[in-house]
């Protein structure tokens, strides 16, 4: 997969792409981003992006010609075409369904916009508008970020184990279930607040050796931490006859 990032701040997106799953994939050809300074498509000696709104008011726009040229160069010639995407706090929420779907494209284009946005005109020349939450950050590197790094782990050979990506919270419509590692004893340094003891050991099933007693686990804790903290989640969760059953069991609340 390919994806163009066009920003006023290469160096924000580039230095955080280094870390990583998505470093690694970037390093082993995997995944290729290609960071391009918007400052390169102007024509103007001073590279000016930005200039002030028609009808007054506070803060600056980026201009749309310089963004139009970047797009131009990018996807022109390009088959099948490239799919651009303008981040916006006023476009489609970004979730784990948008992050699947977008990476069976192969190639991406994503601009990020700062100050008060971009001129309105190049939203008609964008496939869609995507937000990463209702919240408005200063500029679209962040988001383009969050949306290079999500896309990339449903990329084949990106994340290590495909599994963990399956299991992930949100794939299927559930949250994962949770993971302890080493020590199974934890102890409590006394400065610190502890909330309940039990805590500190890790569940005796996941010590037994039992995959067939582990797999249920983490079935019923996925089930109910959804129920718990997410059960918009549930309505279109595709849960298989096992799950559907724990599910059954724990609305009728004859499990803990
Ligand atoms: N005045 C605009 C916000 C501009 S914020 C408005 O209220 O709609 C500057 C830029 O940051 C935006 O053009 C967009 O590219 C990016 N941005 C800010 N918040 C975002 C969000 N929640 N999701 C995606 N992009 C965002």
Redesign the pocket.
Known sequence: MHIDVVTIFPAMVEHALRAGVVGRAIERGTLAVKVHDLRAFTTDRHHVVDDVPYGGGPGMVLKPEPILRALAEITGGVEPRPRVL??????TQFTQNVATRLSRDARLVIV???????DDRVRGLVDEE???????????EL?ALVIVDSVARHVPGVVGDEQSVAEDSFSRGLLDFPHYTRPAELMMDERLPANGAAALRVPDVLLSGNHAEIRHWRKREAISRTLQRRPDLLASADLDDEEREILRQLTAGKLE
Request: net charge negative; hydrophobic share 25%.
């Open positions: 303008l981040t916006s706090p006023q476009g990020c916009g700062r100050y008060e946005g971009v995507i937000s990463i939450g209702d919240y408005v950050l200063s500029g679209g988001p």
